[in-house]
Each structure stands twice: as C-alpha cells, then as structure tokens.
C-alpha cells in the first residue's frame, strides 16, 4: 500500500532563517507531488506541484521554492524565512484512477 | 480560471437536525468534483467524489450542472461529523491532477 511521510510535524523557526522540510512516498513510482498551505480563513493555497524529478511549477510567487531530486521525495526550501511564512504546510500525492489526492500529516510552521 | 466557493466559514448544527454544506464551483470543462474532511488531528482525507455517487458515513452530494454547485448533505448530523470540509474541483489536464479547494467549512455538531 502507498503511504506518505512528512516531516517534522512541528518546527519553529526565527525569521531570517533557512527552511527544508521533506516528503516522501512509499508504495508508488512516479507520482505526482504537491505542496500546499492551509491557512485559517483561506484554505488550502497549491503552492508547488510536480509531474517529475527535477519537474517543478510554482502556483503562486513567494519566498519558498521546491524541489524533487528523487522520484518519490519533495522537498520545501526557503532561503530565508519571514513571518509570513508561518502556516501549516501539507504534502500531498494523486492517484490517477481514480483520481484522488492522499495528504501528509502536515507540518505546522511558526516563524517568530 | 476554475473556483471553488465555499461560503459558510463555520456551520453550527444541533445532533439530529440535518446538514448541508455549501459548494459552488466556477470551471469551464466537464467538472470532477470532491469532498474532503479533516477531523480534528487527523489527516486530510477524501470523504466522497461525485462520480461515484455514494453516501458516505450518511453524507451525499449531488453534483447540479445548472447551478454549478456540489452541496454536502446528511439528513441527521452526528457528533463525530465535527471536522473541517473541503470542497474541491479536480482539472485533470496538462498531464498532472490538480485540485482547486475551497476555504473549508467547519461544521460543529452541538450535542
């Protein structure tokens, strides 16, 4: 069965300060991968999807970017944090058929 | 550009009484639509698709082309249907699945 990993589920960070957090997918090759931001009162904002290693679209200008340097590992990177940034981040990977989208645990970032 | 509106930030119903989220949706293909649920310290998870036309956990919804709204119901809430909901729109084009999601409703089932 596939399963999804992120990691860490809690992180706080000061503001000025690098970022990575990591996710992987166990049980299926090629997927495609996704970042997402949910935020109270907005939702769930895509921020990044990805088709492929390397293969990466950005929805939405910001202070974060992403990368896949494995066929089943996405990673979430700022150079530099801002307060902005604080929220809760969640990966997620699609099955075609049917279609449906599988999330992580999620990852709830605070920058202080 | 496709939208998913979801109008109601937070739903208060009484145990018993009957429920309906709200889910309108602005696309210009041939829609795929879905509810998602999230309870508290849980992961985000598919609660039903409109193709598939199912109830579950007593919940349905019915997908109306000619209003463009994908509505969440069940005729008597339970305590346990506490939880945040999604309603989301699914484009299937340039070779990737992407889901369009509403703000989420949170709905509170008051024993």
């Known amino acids: 069965s596939q399963t999804i990993h992120q990691w860490p589920a809690t992180l706080v960070q000061p503001v000025g300060s690098p970022l990575s957090l990591e996710c992987t997918v166990e049980g299926t090759s090629n997927p495609n991968l996704y970042w997402y931001r949910q935020a109270a009162g907005r939702g769930l904002q895509l921020l990044f999807y990805?088709?492929?290693?390397?293969?990466i679209s950005s929805e939405v200008p910001q202070n974060l970017s992403a990368s896949r340097p494995q066929d089943r590992q996405f990673i979430l990177s700022s150079k530099k944090l801002l307060l902005s940034d604080s929220g809760f981040y969640l990966c997620a990977w699609d099955r075609q058929a049917p279609l449906e989208a599988f999330f992580g645990q999620g990852t709830r970032l605070t920058v202080v | 550009a496709q939208r998913v509106t979801q109008p109601e930030k937070l739903l208060s119903v009484f145990k018993g009484a009957p429920v309906e989220l709200k889910c309108n949706y602005s696309?210009?293909?041939?829609?795929?639509l879905f509810w998602y649920v999230q309870y508290s310290r849980q992961r985000l998870q598919l609660l039903l698709r409109h193709i598939s036309r199912e109830s579950i956990k007593g919940f349905t919804a019915d997908l109306n082309k000619g209003e463009t709204s994908f509505h969440l119901k069940k005729p008597f809430a339970q305590e346990e249907d506490s939880a945040m909901y999604y309603c989301?729109?699914?484009?299937?084009?340039?070779?990737?699945?992407?889901?369009?999601f509403g703000k989420g409703t949170k709905l509170s089932v008051i024993p």
């Open positions: 696309y210009s293909g041939s829609p795929e």
């Open positions: 990805s088709v492929g290693i390397g293969q």
């Open positions: 989301a729109l699914g484009d299937s084009g340039a070779g990737s699945y992407q889901l369009t």
